[in-house]
C-alpha cells in the first residue's frame, strides 16, 4: 500500500487521528519545562505522625474531592499544598483536640505516578522517585525507540500513542477490579482483599499484590473509621440513657417527698383545725409541697431530653450502617460501569494495534526522539518540550516522540 493510500485509510479508519495529528502540531510550539512543583493531589498517599496518639496516626490517601478524611477531625482540604502546607493545616485542626504543644509530621508515602508513553519499550505507568529525570523515566520504560527512516510517521507515531494507550488501560483495568474486590469484601464484611485473576494476568502478580495490598489498607481504615463512629454514637446513647435513669430516680424522690410533704400538710391543717398549729407552718409545708412537685417536673422534662438524646444516636448509628452501604453499593455500580468502558476502549485499542501494528521498524539510534510533557499547572493539562535531564514531578505524562533523521528539532 502506497503512504497516501495508507494514510487515506488510516484517517477514514480510526476516528482519534485526526486528533493525534493535531495535537502533534500543537505540540511543535510547546513552551519549555518549568521547575517541578511538588504539591498534593488525588492519587497521592500521605504518611500522618501525630505524637502520642496512634488513632490518628497511619498512611491516607488523598480523595477525589482533594481531602483527606482522618479519624475524629474528618475531612481537610490537601489538593495544591505541599506537605508543608498541609502539615500547618492538620497543626491547626489538631489544636482544639489535642493538649498543647501539638507535635504532627506529614510526609508523602507514595507520589502519585508518572505516565510514559510514546515510542519506548514498555509504555505504562511507573512510580516517581526523587529526582526522577526525563532519561530515568524513559529507562524505566525500557529505553526509547526510533523510527526507521522508511517508516511512515503519522503511523508509527499513531501505533506508539496507541501501545502506550493500552498499557496504562490495562493498568487501570487492574485497579478498579482490586477496587471491587475490596468493595465486595467490605459489603461482607471480610478483612481481606484477594487478587482478582484478572488483574493478575492485566500487570503481573508482583502488581496486582501491590495493589491488592494498598486496598486492604484502605479497607482496614473505613472499617476503623466506621467502627470509631458506630462505637461514638453507641457511648453517647448509654450516656444519654444513664443520665436518663438518673433524672427518673431524681423525679421519683421528688414523688416520694411530696407524698410526705402532703401527708404532713394534711396533718398541720387537721392540728390548726385543734388549735394545735400555727398558719406560718402551715405555710411552710405547703411551699415545701410545690417546690417538690416543681422538682418532679424538672426532673421528669430532663428525662425526656436524655431519652430523645439516647434515641437520637441509637438512630445515628442505624444511618452510619446504612450510609456505608449506599456508598458501597454506589461505589460499585460507578465502578463496574468504568470496568465496562475500560474494556471497551481496551477492545477498541487492540483491534487499532492488530490492524497497524505491524509495519513499523526501528531506526540507528543517531536520531534522538523528541520529549513532550504534559503537566497540571491550576488545574489545566498543558504541553511541555523537555530535554533529557529535565526533572518530571509527580502526575506528569511524558510522551516519547520519535523523529525521522531528517526530522530533527
Same mark, same amino acid.
Given at each position: 500500500?502506497?503512504?497516501?493510500?495508507?494514510?487515506?485509510?488510516?484517517?477514514?479508519?480510526?476516528?482519534?487521528?485526526?486528533?493525534?495529528?493535531?495535537?502533534?502540531?500543537?505540540?511543535?510550539?510547546?513552551?519549555?519545562?518549568?521547575?517541578?512543583?511538588?504539591?498534593?493531589?488525588?492519587?497521592?498517599?500521605?504518611?500522618?505522625?501525630?505524637?502520642?496518639?496512634?488513632?490518628?496516626?497511619?498512611?491516607?490517601?488523598?480523595?477525589?474531592?482533594?481531602?483527606?478524611?482522618?479519624?475524629?477531625?474528618?475531612?481537610?482540604?490537601?489538593?495544591?499544598?505541599?506537605?508543608?502546607?498541609?502539615?500547618?493545616?492538620?497543626?491547626?485542626?489538631?489544636?482544639?483536640?489535642?493538649?498543647?504543644?501539638?507535635?504532627? =509530621?506529614? *510526609? %508523602? /508515602?507514595?507520589?502519585?505516578?508518572? @505516565?510514559? &508513553?510514546? $515510542?519506548? +519499550?514498555?509504555?505504562? #505507568?511507573?512510580?516517581?522517585?526523587?529526582?526522577?529525570?526525563? =532519561?530515568? *523515566? %524513559? /529507562?524505566?520504560?525500557?529505553?526509547? @525507540?526510533? &523510527?526507521? $527512516?522508511? +517508516?511512515?510517521?503519522? #503511523?508509527?507515531?499513531?501505533?506508539?500513542?496507541?501501545?502506550?494507550?493500552?498499557?496504562?488501560?490495562?493498568?487501570?483495568?487492574? @485497579?478498579? &477490579?482490586?477496587?471491587?474486590?475490596?468493595?465486595?469484601?467490605?459489603?461482607?464484611?471480610?478483612?481481606?482483599?484477594?487478587?482478582?485473576?484478572?488483574?493478575?494476568?492485566?500487570?503481573? @502478580?508482583?502488581?496486582?499484590?501491590?495493589?491488592?495490598?494498598?486496598?486492604?489498607?484502605?479497607?482496614?481504615?473505613?472499617?476503623?473509621?466506621?467502627?470509631?463512629?458506630?462505637?461514638?454514637?453507641?457511648?453517647?446513647?448509654?450516656?444519654?440513657?444513664?443520665?436518663?435513669?438518673?433524672?427518673?430516680?431524681?423525679?421519683?424522690?421528688?414523688?416520694?417527698?411530696?407524698?410526705?410533704?402532703?401527708?404532713?400538710?394534711?396533718?398541720?391543717?387537721?392540728?390548726?383545725?385543734?388549735?394545735?398549729?400555727?398558719?406560718?407552718?402551715?405555710?411552710?409545708?405547703?411551699?415545701?409541697?410545690?417546690?417538690?412537685?416543681?422538682?418532679?417536673?424538672?426532673?421528669?422534662?430532663?428525662?425526656?431530653?436524655?431519652?430523645?438524646?439516647?434515641?437520637?444516636?441509637?438512630?445515628?448509628?442505624?444511618?452510619?450502617?446504612?450510609?456505608?452501604?449506599?456508598?458501597?453499593?454506589?461505589?460499585?455500580?460507578?465502578?463496574?460501569?468504568?470496568?465496562?468502558?475500560?474494556?471497551?476502549?481496551?477492545?477498541?485499542?487492540?483491534?487499532?494495534?492488530?490492524?497497524?501494528?505491524?509495519?513499523?521498524?526501528?531506526?540507528?539510534?543517531?536520531?534522538?526522539?523528541?520529549?513532550?510533557?504534559?503537566?497540571?499547572?491550576?488545574?489545566?493539562?498543558?504541553?511541555?518540550?523537555?530535554?533529557?535531564?529535565?526533572?518530571?514531578?509527580?502526575?506528569?505524562?511524558?510522551?516519547?516522540?520519535?523523529?525521522?533523521?531528517?526530522?530533527?528539532?
Amino acid at each position: 500500500m502506497s503512504t497516501p493510500t495508507l494514510a487515506r485509510t488510516l484517517w477514514s479508519r480510526v476516528p482519534g487521528l485526526a486528533a493525534a495529528l493535531a495535537l502533534l502540531g500543537s505540540a511543535l510550539a510547546a513552551q519549555e519545562l518549568p521547575a517541578p512543583r511538588f504539591q498534593l493531589a488525588p492519587g497521592d498517599m500521605v504518611e500522618v505522625s501525630v505524637f502520642a496518639n496512634e488513632a490518628l496516626s497511619g498512611q491516607y490517601p488523598v480523595r477525589e474531592d482533594g481531602s483527606l478524611a482522618l479519624h475524629l477531625i474528618g475531612a481537610i482540604p490537601a489538593a495544591g499544598l505541599t506537605p508543608a502546607e498541609f502539615e500547618n493545616a492538620l497543626r491547626e485542626r489538631l489544636a482544639p483536640i489535642i493538649p498543647a504543644p501539638v507535635s504532627a =509530621t506529614v *510526609a %508523602v /508515602a507514595r507520589w502519585r505516578p508518572v @505516565a510514559v &508513553l510514546g $515510542a519506548v +519499550a514498555q509504555p505504562g #505507568l511507573y512510580d516517581f522517585s526523587s529526582g526522577l529525570d526525563v =532519561t530515568r *523515566a %524513559v /529507562a524505566l520504560a525500557g529505553g526509547a @525507540a526510533r &523510527l526507521a $527512516a522508511d +517508516a511512515p510517521v503519522t #503511523l508509527a507515531l499513531r501505533v506508539t500513542e496507541e501501545a502506550g494507550r493500552y498499557q496504562a488501560l490495562k493498568s487501570r483495568l487492574a @485497579a478498579l &477490579l482490586t477496587e471491587e474486590s475490596r468493595l465486595l469484601q467490605e459489603r461482607a464484611g471480610e478483612t481481606a482483599v484477594p487478587v482478582p485473576p484478572e488483574a493478575a494476568q492485566l500487570v503481573g @502478580a508482583g502488581p496486582a499484590a501491590a495493589m491488592a495490598n494498598e486496598q486492604q489498607r484502605l479497607l482496614a481504615l473505613r472499617a476503623r473509621l466506621h467502627e470509631i463512629r458506630t462505637a461514638g454514637e453507641e457511648e453517647r446513647r448509654q450516656l444519654a440513657l444513664t443520665e436518663a435513669q438518673s433524672y427518673a430516680d431524681r423525679r421519683a424522690l421528688s414523688q416520694r417527698q411530696v407524698e410526705v410533704t402532703e401527708r404532713d400538710l394534711d396533718n398541720q391543717l387537721r392540728l390548726q383545725e385543734q388549735g394545735l398549729s400555727v398558719a406560718s407552718r402551715v405555710l411552710q409545708v405547703n411551699l415545701a409541697v410545690d417546690q417538690y412537685r416543681s422538682a418532679e417536673l424538672e426532673a421528669a422534662a430532663f428525662e425526656a431530653a436524655a431519652r430523645q438524646s439516647a434515641s437520637a444516636a441509637a438512630s445515628m448509628g442505624r444511618a452510619l450502617v446504612s450510609q456505608r452501604e449506599e456508598e458501597i453499593t454506589g461505589r460499585l455500580a460507578q465502578l463496574r460501569q468504568e470496568i465496562a468502558e475500560t474494556r471497551a476502549t481496551m477492545a477498541a485499542s487492540r483491534e487499532i494495534l492488530a490492524e497497524f501494528g505491524g509495519g513499523t521498524g526501528l531506526a540507528d539510534a543517531a536520531t534522538p526522539p523528541r520529549y513532550l510533557v504534559t503537566r497540571r499547572i491550576d488545574g489545566a493539562a498543558q504541553l511541555f518540550d523537555a530535554t533529557p535531564l529535565s526533572l518530571l514531578q509527580p502526575g506528569d505524562t511524558l510522551e516519547v516522540v520519535p523523529l525521522a533523521p531528517d526530522a530533527a528539532p
